[in-house]
């Protein structure tokens, strides 16, 4: 199992005082059972610090080479909170996220058929689209597409992440906000009226140029219906 864990220098000291407790993680229970079935999947996961904000937030990020990375936080959190359910949702929906990142996005852009429109709008539209379909899809590829879970994977992070910054909770160019997210996986339903609502969050007007846009990805991810 030692394979699966990868730490870059400066995150072990980071995280060092985790460190001792490293194989507790190596236990049979849920999370190494998640960790397996990814790597089965052909993933590698990399707990470290690999953005300027995300060692002490529970973030994650993926690269082509389909490595998963979780910021060392995400670590800590496993070993001390592994028996804690909603720790656990929120892990497998993070890991199903990243996943979609590497299913997906490579094609995205080429199966759509995006039309030249380069307004920041526009473009954050496009990738909070991106960014709420992965969690959706996380939740459906990890959870069972349990509504709740996905509600409580988005409130677990909310609160951890809001705590550790003491910084209002707020969309970004490419992320929705937690308050968002979680508006949304209420909704239950990856389809036209969440694309909609997304369209109304970024203040991108519906035309028919957008409904078409819509008409294409829909197309392309497919609805999902959580219950
Ligand atoms: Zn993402």
């Known amino acids: 199992m030692d394979n699966l864990f990868k730490l870059k220098n400066h995150a072990i000291k980071k995280s060092s005082k985790y460190m001792i407790k490293y194989n507790?993680?190596?236990e049979d229970d849920c999370?190494?059972?998640?960790?397996?079935?990814?790597?089965?999947?052909?993933?590698k996961i990399i707990f470290g610090d690999f953005l300027y904000d995300d060692g002490y937030l529970l973030n994650g990020h993926?690269?082509?080479?389909n490595i998963i990375y979780l910021s060392s936080v995400w670590y800590s959190h496993l070993l001390l909170y592994r028996h804690n359910?909603?720790?656990?949702?929120?892990?497998?929906?993070?890991?199903?996220?990243e996943i979609a990142h590497r299913k997906f996005d490579d094609s995205f852009k080429k199966?759509?058929?995006?039309?030249?429109?380069?307004?920041?709008?526009?473009l954050s539209l496009l990738s909070?689209?991106?960014?709420?379909?992965h969690d959706?899809?996380?939740?459906q590829l990890f959870c069972d597409s349990s509504k709740q879970n996905l509600i409580t994977s988005s409130k677990y992070k909310e609160k951890y992440n809001r705590k550790q910054t003491n910084k209002e909770d707020k969309s970004d160019i490419s992320h929705p906000s937690w308050e968002q997210r979680i508006k949304y996986a209420k909704y239950g339903s990856f389809d036209r009226g969440l694309l909609n609502m997304i369209a109304e969050d970024t203040k991108v007007s519906i035309t028919p140029e957008i409904e078409e846009l819509f008409d294409r990805i829909m197309a392309f991810y497919g609805e999902i219906h959580l219950q």
């Open 128 to 133: 909070n689209i991106k960014e709420v379909h």
């Open 85 to 97: 359910i909603d720790t656990i949702t929120a892990f497998k929906i993070t890991i199903g996220h």
């Open 31 to 43: 999370i190494t059972n998640i960790i397996q079935t990814v790597v089965n999947k052909g993933y």
């Open 111 to 122: 199966t759509i058929k995006l039309p030249l429109i380069k307004s920041i709008k526009y």
């Open 24 to 26: 507790l993680i190596l």
């Open 62 to 65: 993926s690269s082509n080479k």
């Open 136 to 139: 959706f899809y996380g939740c």
